[in-house]
């Protein structure tokens, strides 16, 4: 069938939390039955039923807008597939359509670097692609596929596919039939959110294993709780790259903890789950490699992670995340553990390595070296220069006499040597945000070691900001 018979629209919820999102969504399934929780904040609605029901696509915008929570704004893009709906929600003030079979030309223009926004890519591959000049989605779906596939692998197919305006897998607009299944029915109702979580990750881990074995990974999957007065909740849930256990079970955890939480949902416990495995995509073979990589310290660290999330909370366990920008104290964030994929070695090193579309070199660039220890909140300190005179800095960002010594809590810290200062203007087009910043490193003495540290000058005051080793 033709993929753009399949019309999508991407409800965006800006500024809402998981009770807001999961209300927007129940609200939209009196729209259409079968939609998909995307992330935390968007929601994707097959429109093919609804616009035969309600008349049109503007009218049933219309009713999606209805179902915004209170303290949420909605925007909604609709188009041909998943990728220019997504584009399309960013875009839209609150609405933008994308003519059906126009979605190809709307995505010709955008940059092939935005894309990892919204796909599964890794930042390596869309920095060759941009180097090799396919550098809008438009070149890459005038690229043979074929090519695509011998030069990148299933990275190639499928950003050749999306570029085209066109989906993996098309949007559910009915239940297919079960490919795999799992289901627990329990003669003591499971009241408690721990308990129905546990009851659907012991289904839903062998699942998991069983497919992998066969070298399958689930892309899309369909979880339903049903309390034995009959109310439901039921998620599609679908990832292109197919989902990994932990990826899996955040979404089952987010289904049962909105679900079992809203005061006006739930009339009794649960007392049936199920998983419906609705398509597969296959998965490469990871074995251990001889050094670096995956080994068996990587999934005793993942079973030490789950256990003190389990004990402590899943908010309180986090693990580094490149974020990138030109502040190196902020290059990197304590992101939630339990939100990334801990047991993909690829996916892990994609999370801590450097962005590779960061420009090799620039005016502010202060190396690869990253401080060992970052101050926050910065702690406030005095640059002087041999006159024990505030050292100042320039317009033209020179320095107007050289610093001699730094003092930190009242003690007098004897500056060894020095480098910078580079500058930093972020948001220079913005009055209210922008910002003008000055670093400089120096290595200091206190008379038994010497330590690096990382200075700035901001609104003419010292701030030390980060320690090397």
């Not at 399934?29 to 309600?54: C, K, N, Q, S, W």
């Not at 503007?58 to 009713?63: S, T």
């Not at 009959?230 to 990832?239: A, I, K, P």
Request: with cysteine; charged share 20%; hydrophobic share 40%.
């Amino acid at each position: 069938m033709n993929p753009h018979s399949y019309r999508v629209a991407i409800v965006r919820a800006i500024g809402s939390d998981a009770r807001e999102l999961n209300a927007l969504a129940q609200g939209i399934t009196a729209i259409a039955p079968l939609i998909e929780v995307v992330d935390d904040e968007h929601v994707l609605v097959p429109m093919r039923g609804p616009t035969r029901y309600f008349g049109g696509e503007k009218e049933v915008a219309e009713r999606l807008f209805s179902c915004a929570p209170k303290n949420a704004t909605l925007t909604i893009g609709i188009a041909d597939g998943r990728l220019a709906g997504l584009i399309a929600a960013r875009m839209a003030q609150p609405l933008f359509i994308v003519p059906a079979g126009e979605t190809a030309d709307f995505l010709a223009g955008i940059d092939v670097r935005h894309l990892d926004q919204f796909v599964d890519i890794s930042a390596n591959t869309l920095s060759l692609l941009f180097r090799l000049g396919l550098s809008t989605c438009g070149k890459i779906a005038a690229t043979s596929k074929q090519l695509l596939a011998d030069r990148f692998g299933p990275d190639g197919n499928m950003l050749h596919v999306l570029c085209a305006g066109e989906d993996l897998h098309p949007p559910l607009i009915e239940k297919i039939p079960t490919l795999y299944y799992a289901e627990g029915h329990y003669e003591e109702p499971l009241v408690q959110v721990d308990a129905v979580f546990i009851a659907a990750q012991q289904l839903a881990v062998p699942l998991v294993a069983k497919l992998q074995a066969e070298h399958l990974s689930m892309c899309r999957v369909i979880v339903t709780l049903t309390t034995e007065h009959d109310d439901m909740s039921e998620r599609v849930w679908y990832s292109a790259a197919g989902f990994h256990e932990q990826g899996l079970l955040e979404r089952v955890r987010w289904q049962v903890t909105t679900w079992l939480e809203e005061s006006s949902g739930l009339t009794a416990g649960v007392h049936n789950i199920a998983i419906n495995v609705q398509n597969t995509v296959p998965i490469g073979h990871e074995q251990p490699r001889l050094w670096g990589g995956r080994s068996e310290s990587d999934a005793a660290a993942r079973m030490a992670i789950a256990r003190v999330a389990g004990v402590v909370g899943q908010e309180h366990v986090c693990v580094p995340e490149w974020h990138g920008g030109r502040d190196i104290t902020r290059e990197y964030e304590l992101v939630p553990a339990h939100r990334v994929d801990l047991a993909r070695h690829e996916a892990t090193v994609h999370r801590v390595t450097p962005g590779v579309l960061r420009p090799a070199a620039w005016s502010g660039d202060m190396g690869q070296h990253a401080p060992m220890q970052n101050i926050f909140p910065p702690e406030k300190v005095e640059v002087l220069n041999h006159l024990h005179a505030a050292v100042e800095v320039t317009g033209r960002h020179h320095v107007r006499s050289e610093p001699q010594y730094i003092r930190r809590n009242e003690h007098l810290f004897l500056v060894r040597t020095w480098h910078g200062p580079w500058p930093v203007e972020e948001r220079w087009w913005d009055p209210l945000r922008q910002r003008r910043v000055v670093r400089m490193q120096c290595l200091v003495d206190d008379g038994k070691q010497e330590q690096g540290w990382l200075v700035t000058l901001e609104h003419r005051t010292w701030w030390l900001v980060a320690v090397y080793s």
